[in-house]
């Protein structure tokens, strides 16, 4: 059983998918433009019924790619797809957040 916890909330984290580049880039649907790009929330444990997931977990997505892992366009993910599309795509989310200097660790390093 999961216990639902308050979902951490953050314009920062949000906003911060005005003007980037799509970070799903799901070939047939994407824009690639980034006037259509907002923040996707992804599943997790805090979501629920007109709840979403907490703010760090998510992607920037054009408006095509986001109706796709939505569900709102009839686009078909071939098994296991939509998840490596969801998995790149935040990877790359974190580390525009991070460069952008939204997300701050503590003694990282690029090297």
Same mark, same amino acid.
């Given at each position: 059983m999961t216990i639902k916890t308050p979902a951490l909330r953050s314009k920062?984290?949000?906003?911060?998918?005005? *003007?980037?580049?799509?970070?799903?880039?799901?070939?047939?649907?994407?824009? !690639?433009? /980034?006037?259509t790009v907002v923040f996707a929330h992804l599943p997790s444990g805090t979501q629920g019924m007109a709840y979403k997931s907490d703010d760090?977990?998510?992607?920037?997505?054009?408006? *095509?790619?986001h109706d796709a892992i939505d569900g709102r366009n009839g686009?078909? !993910?071939? /098994?296991?797809?939509?998840?490596q599309?969801?998995?790149q795509a935040l990877h790359i989310t974190l580390s525009r957040r991070i460069r952008d200097g939204i997300i701050v660790i503590q003694g990282a390093t690029y090297v």
């Open positions: 920062k984290l949000t906003e911060g998918a005005k *003007g980037k580049q799509c970070s799903l880039q799901i070939p047939g649907v994407c824009t !690639f433009n /980034p006037e760090f977990w998510g992607v920037d997505a054009c408006m *095509g790619c686009y078909r !993910f071939e /098994p296991g797809e939509k998840e599309y969801l998995l």
